[in-house]
């Protein structure tokens, strides 16, 4: 039967993952807004790239549409599949981020699910942290347990043997006896 805590981790990975899919399904449907927002579909090699790119724009630009744009645009970019340094917190942060800037970018359906999905990823992953400490601190119950135990029944045979080294002692002492009369 295999331990809580793998069961635990194996369900909590399997919520992440259907959230991660329903995240990537959202990322990469069509979108109608304008053309500013960068394709999240890059090669692997350019998303580092990118991402400077796109935070140069918020250090040199002061237009807070154009803020606001560049924190839509990193969100997307930490979420893509294909980028190999995915980040679904700052992704969670940016949105937000540019939710607050502007109301225009990230008030359609396809935003709001994306932000939905990453605030349930993010609410996951602390539950499963929750649940991983537990199981941790469970095991290290377990452990000291199986230590206690192990140094009872040391204890227990130690007993054991000299209960029974009394008994031939007591045996030993009551033949003398017989033969003394």
Known sequence: MPNRSSLIHSL????????????CACVHSPRTGPSRFIDPDLPANQYAGEIKKQKKILVKEKDTARHATAYYNLALLYLSYRNPAKDYQAAQQYLKKSAALDKSITGNYESQNMLNLLDEISSSKTDFNALNDKALKSNKKYQKCTKDNIRLIQENVDLKLSIERLKNLDLEIEQKRKTFK
């Not at 909590?12 to 995240?23: A, D, K, M, R, Y």
Request: charged share 0%; proline share 0%; glycine share 8%.
């Open 12 to 23: 909590t990975g399997l919520s992440v993952l259907i959230l991660l899919l329903l995240l």
